[in-house]
């Protein structure tokens, strides 16, 4: 099945640092999310990318469907403590109606103020 | 505001009783949503595949008579773990999908402790 790689595993950044995580998949997707989890709740979408080479925004996140469709990664500028939890990259590989997402394993991120 | 809601966020019951848990898409309608289960430190992994008006679809390794599903409506998915035990404690997530949007949202999750 499919696999995801998230790296890394976790981050100790100090406030104001740049942060990057990424993801590779054994299996070309055509569609990548990213996700944050804080504790005791349920992840909340960060942002979607649906081609090949797309370069989207949110605020200080930024994230790319990597050119091959087999990776993405997040960047985070400017961290703020409220930027603490883990985040989860999910990658749907095919359309029509199976919408099954292969997670990563996540990165979890702590911001020292 | 949140999309889907998820109830209830905390049970604790005693073993040998069962639970339902709801999950409900609050803006739009779903045909499909999912229940994932969480361990601590680990990633989300998906259960099974509730599917609007027709039977679940179950992970390999998931006890379709341990963890009922319904789907009776558009908006209204229902996970009941039956006759549970302590190793059935567990973080229970649901989302729903929204088709149009290839996106799935996700509920706060149900935090179920089994004396």
């Known amino acids: 099945g499919q696999q995801l790689n998230q790296s890394p595993q976790s981050m100790f950044i100090q406030e104001g640092e740049d942060v990057s995580m990424n993801c590779t998949s054994s299996?070309?997707?055509?569609?990548w999310l990213w996700y944050k989890q804080d504790p005791g709740e349920g992840p909340v979408l960060l942002i979607a990318?649906?081609?090949?080479?797309e370069l989207t925004s949110n605020g200080r996140l930024t994230a790319q469907f990597g050119i091959t469709r087999k990776d993405s990664f997040l960047n985070i500028s400017a961290s703020i403590p409220s930027d603490v939890g883990i985040y989860f990259c999910?990658?749907?590989?095919?359309?029509?109606?199976?919408?099954?997402?292969?997670f990563g394993k996540g990165t979890l991120l702590t911001v020292n103020p | 505001g949140a999309v889907v809601s998820q109830h209830p966020s905390w049970v604790i019951c005693k073993s040998g009783t069962s639970v339902k848990i709801e999950c409900r898409s609050l803006?739009?309608?779903?045909?499909?949503m999912f229940w994932y289960r969480q361990f601590p430190k680990q990633s989300l992994m998906l259960m099974a595949t509730?599917?609007?008006?027709?039977?679940?679809?179950?992970e390999q390794g998931v006890e379709k008579d341990k963890f009922l599903i319904n789907h009776a409506s558009l908006t209204l998915s229902t996970l009941t773990v039956t006759s549970a035990h302590p190793e059935d404690s567990s973080f229970y997530i649901c989302?729903?999908?929204?088709?149009?949007?290839?996106?799935?949202?996700f509920g706060a999750g149900t935090r179920l402790s089994v004396l």
């Open positions: 509730s599917n609007e008006g027709s039977k679940a679809t179950y």
């Open positions: 999910a990658g749907r590989v095919s359309g029509g109606s199976n919408y099954k997402l292969t």
């Open positions: 803006d739009f309608q779903a045909t499909t």
């Open positions: 990318l649906y081609k090949a080479g």
């Open positions: 299996s070309i997707f055509n569609t």
């Open positions: 989302s729903a999908m929204r088709t149009e949007k290839n996106i799935q949202y």
